[in-house]
């Protein structure tokens, strides 16, 4: 059972940054995608959109509403995704979730979830 763990969450003025961590229990094979999404304030789970992800093939797929804001990284070492957010801004508020999709049928692994609160 993989476990996904985030960090890295908090308050922000609008125009600040912060950085997101996840960290998977082990070393994950077969996935077919690995990153971030989000769930805004008063969506529903089924709700929680794309933000960034590496998927398997070399690809990387970001939101248009983040592009060229944040950026996605991993340390295969350290089992490790990140989210670097710049210049965020209000709308960027949500609980923000690491997500690891495996095995040919995509089956998803969550983490707990960490708020973003952007805000003056």
């Known amino acids: 059972q993989v476990q996904l763990v985030e960090s890295g969450g908090g308050l922000v003025q609008p125009g600040g940054s912060l950085r997101l961590s996840c960290a998977a229990s082990e070393t994950i094979f077969s996935i077919k995608s690995l990153g971030w999404y989000r769930q805004a304030p008063g969506k529903q789970r089924e709700q929680r959109e794309l933000?960034?992800?590496?998927?398997?093939?070399?690809?990387?797929i970001y939101a248009d509403s983040v592009k060229g804001r944040f950026t996605i990284s991993r340390d295969n070492a350290k089992n490790t995704v990140y989210l670097q957010m710049d210049n965020l801004k209000p709308e960027d508020t949500a609980v923000y979730y690491c997500?690891?999709?495996?095995?040919?049928?995509?089956?998803?692994?969550w983490g707990q979830g960490t708020q973003v609160t952007v805000s003056s």
């Open positions: 933000v960034a992800v590496f998927r398997s093939g070399g690809s990387t």
């Open positions: 997500n690891a999709a495996i095995g040919s049928s995509w089956y998803n692994y």
